[in-house]
C-alpha cells in the first residue's frame, strides 16, 4: 500500500521544533553528545563575555542584572559566537567550538528560538540539533545555572500556539492584565492584545516576528479567536483611549462595544486579503502600534487592576 508523507509545515520565525529529527539526531550524536562538557564551556565563557558587557551598561529594566534579560543576553551571546577568534579560547571552551563547528559544517542547525517554558514563562534559547541551549537560564532565578543543556525532547520548550496562549503566559509569567484591542480596531488584527503589567508598561501585543507570522500564516483566526472577548470594561476602555487619542493615522474606537465589532469586521476583512508576515501593510501597523505603545506606556497600572 502506498503511503502519503504528511507535509512539514514551514518554520515560523524563531520557532522551537525540529523539522528534520532523524537527521538532526544523527549529527547531534556524533559531533555534539560526546563534547557536552565542552560545550557547556563554550557557552560559560560566551556568557562571562556577555556578562562583562552588560551588567553595568545603562538599562530602563527596574530588577537587577540578570532578571528579565533572556533575550538581551541570547541576542548579545549569538553575536559573540559568531565573532569568536578560536586561537583565543581556554582549551575546554575551544574544544567545545571544534565540535559545534563541526556539526554546522556537517549540515548541522542552530537556531534562536522563543517559546513557552514547561508553562511557566516565556524564554528565548538556542535549538542546535536536538539540544536545547539556554545561555539565560537565570534570568528569572538568579540562584539558577547561567547556562542550561538538555535534548530538547526534555526541556518542555513549546511553540506558542495562538494568543489564548500568549495571553495565559503573560499572565502567568508577567502577572499582566490582558484585554482586547477593541481600542484601535484596524491594528487589532495584528495587534489583538493588550497587556497591562502592574508596576510596567501598558502595550500592544505582539509585535515578536513570531506571533506576527504565526497570525498570517493562521490567516487572523488567532486574532479573531480573542478579540471575541466580550467589551473592554469600561474604565479600562476610558484610560487607554484617553492615552492614544490624538496619535497620527490611529482609528481610535468611541466605545467598547463599537471597537469590538469594528475589530472583528476588519479581521474577517483582512482574511479575504492577501497579506503576507513582512509587507508593507505590516510594516506600517507595527510603526503604528509602537506609536501607540509610546503613549500606553506613560499610563500607571496598580496591582488592584486600575489604571
Avoid at 507535509?7 to 559531533?31: C, G, K, M, S, Y
Wanted: some cysteine; overall charge neutral.
Amino acid at each position: 500500500m502506498n503511503t502519503v508523507d504528511t507535509p512539514v509545515a514551514p518554520l515560523l520565525p524563531n520557532e522551537p521544533r525540529i523539522t528534520d529529527p532523524t537527521a538532526q539526531a544523527a549529527l547531534t550524536h556524533r559531533f555534539l553528545t560526546p563534547a557536552l562538557q565542552e560545550l557547556e564551556a563554550l557557552f560559560k565563557h560566551i556568557r562571562s563575555l556577555v556578562d562583562e558587557e552588560l551588567r553595568d551598561a545603562p538599562s530602563n529594566y527596574a530588577q537587577p542584572y540578570p532578571i528579565g534579560r533572556c533575550l538581551e543576553i541570547t541576542l548579545a551571546a549569538q553575536e559573540k559566537l559568531q565573532r569568536l577568534d578560536a586561537g583565543k579560547l581556554p582549551a575546554p571552551a575551544a574544544q567545545g567550538y571544534a565540535a559545534l563547528r563541526d556539526f554546522l559544517q556537517h549540515g548541522g542547525s542552530a537556531r534562536q528560538v522563543w517559546g513557552d517554558l514547561r508553562g511557566e514563562f516565556f524564554q528565548n534559547a538556542f535549538l542546535m540539533g536536538t539540544l536545547y541551549i539556554d545561555v539565560s537560564n537565570d534570568t528569572v532565578t538568579p540562584s539558577k545555572p547561567k547556562i542550561e543543556i538538555l535534548p530538547f525532547e526534555q526541556a518542555r520548550f513549546a511553540p506558542i500556539r495562538d494568543y489564548l496562549h500568549y495571553a495565559h503566559m503573560t499572565r502567568q509569567y508577567w502577572g499582566a492584565y490582558v484585554f482586547a484591542n477593541h481600542i484601535l480596531p484596524d491594528l487589532a488584527p495584528y495587534f489583538p492584545l493588550i497587556t497591562a503589567i502592574p508596576g510596567g508598561h501598558v502595550r500592544l501585543e505582539s509585535d515578536f516576528h513570531y506571533m506576527l507570522a504565526l497570525v498570517h500564516a493562521r490567516r487572523f483566526e488567532p486574532s479573531l479567536e480573542v478579540l471575541k472577548a466580550q467589551p473592554m470594561e469600561t474604565q479600562f476602555f476610558d484610560a487607554f483611549r484617553r492615552a492614544v487619542l490624538g496619535v497620527a493615522e490611529m482609528t481610535v474606537a468611541s466605545t467598547p462595544a463599537e471597537g469590538r465589532a469594528l475589530a472583528l469586521e476588519y479581521c474577517r476583512q483582512f482574511q479575504t486579503e492577501e497579506r503576507r508576515h513582512g509587507d508593507k501593510r505590516e510594516l506600517a501597523a507595527i510603526r503604528r502600534a509602537r506609536a501607540a505603545n509610546e503613549k500606553l506606556a506613560g499610563l500607571n497600572v496598580r496591582r488592584h487592576g486600575s489604571v
